[in-house]
């Protein structure tokens, strides 16, 4: 693990510790935070349980830089894989990200973009959402309040 893949471990630990409202910090179990290869973080936080979802986790992945800057994203709420293995599609309910999709079967590349459709993780539009802090405040409006996600939200 290098430099900035540690300091970027250490602020999503810190985001986490922060955000009590948002983090389940009830099973310390289900908290991983790693570096993955040279230049990426990948992180699994259990969120609050959510009265439609109940379990899900906000799922981090990301690409740095030799500097430290993120160039490349994807911050998924999904289910809980906790009790039971789920397909990629069974267990997306939203995604942020800026992984280029620029290839088949699509050959469209929207460098900010949504995975809007739970279920569905395909099917993206152009988002504003650019950070994971932005992505905790979204997701702090439906775990709070009970909020149920719906396709038609735009960010």
């Known amino acids: 693990m290098n430099v900035v893949q540690q300091q970027r471990i250490s602020e999503i630990q810190r985001l986490f510790e922060e955000n009590l409202d948002v983090f389940d910090r009830k099973n310390p ?12 973080v ?21 690409t740095l830089d030799d500097d430290g800057e ?6 998924g709420w999904e289910l809980s894989q906790e ?7 069974r267990r997306h309910i ?22 809007h459709i739970p279920y569905d993780p395909a099917k993206r539009q152009h988002t504003n959402v ?5 992505v905790i405040e979204i997701l702090k409006k439906y775990i ?10 735009l960010f």
């Open 29 to 40: 179990l289900m908290v991983k935070i790693k570096a993955k290869g040279i230049s990426k």
């Open 42 to 62: 990948v992180a699994t936080l259990p969120l609050i349980n959510h009265p439609k979802y109940s379990a899900t986790i906000l799922n981090i992945s990301e």
């Open 70 to 75: 993120i160039t490349s994203y994807h911050y």
């Open 83 to 89: 009790v039971e293995k789920l397909s990629k599609q």
């Open 94 to 115: 939203t995604a942020y990200g800026n992984e280029d999709h620029s290839g088949p079967p699509m050959f469209e590349k929207d460098q900010y973009h949504h995975h």
């Open 130 to 134: 650019k950070n994971l802090e932005t």
């Open 144 to 153: 709070v309040e009970g909020k149920i996600y719906n396709q038609s939200h």
